[in-house]
Nanobody, 116 residues
Framework: VQLVESGGGSAQVGGSLRLSCAVSGTSYSSGCVVWFRQFPGKEREGGAGLDSDGRPTYADSVKGRFIISRDDATSTLYLQLNDLKFDDTAMYHC????????????RGKGTQVTVS
């Protein structure tokens, strides 16, 4: 199983980015998927998830600003980041399998988002 994130980069406060996560080696369409983030020197934080029925859940810190989606035809997960804030600066990871909004399965190495 391999997950590869992309789409991170630098953005200004109030800006937007779209993160992608290419999944290979497994079929994830029937399971839970999540995006979580790791802040420097801090605990990881769950961001957004899709349950096995495709229903989204968001952490309060990103609710109303981030949108999680997936394209089963291409085995790609997405996270649309809108209205970015300084506090969104982090390494963003996608993962298969979740406990709440935190990963309990395979995950990617992440893509860095820096908001200035």
């Amino acid at each position: 199983v391999q997950l590869v994130e992309s789409g991170g980069g630098s953005a200004q406060v109030g800006g937007s980015l779209r993160l992608s996560c290419a999944v290979s080696g497994t079929s994830y369409s029937s399971g839970c998927v999540v995006w979580f983030r790791q802040f420097p020197g801090k605990e990881r934080e769950g961001g957004a998830g899709l349950d096995s029925d495709g229903r989204p859940t968001y952490a309060d810190s990103v609710k109303g600003r981030f949108i999680i989606s997936r394209d089963d035809a291409t085995s790609t997960l997405y996270l649309q980041l809108n209205d970015l804030k300084f506090d969104d600066t982090a390494m963003y990871h996608c993962a298969l399998g979740a406990s709440g909004l935190l990963p309990n399965g395979s995950r990617g190495k992440g893509t860095q988002v820096t908001v200035s």
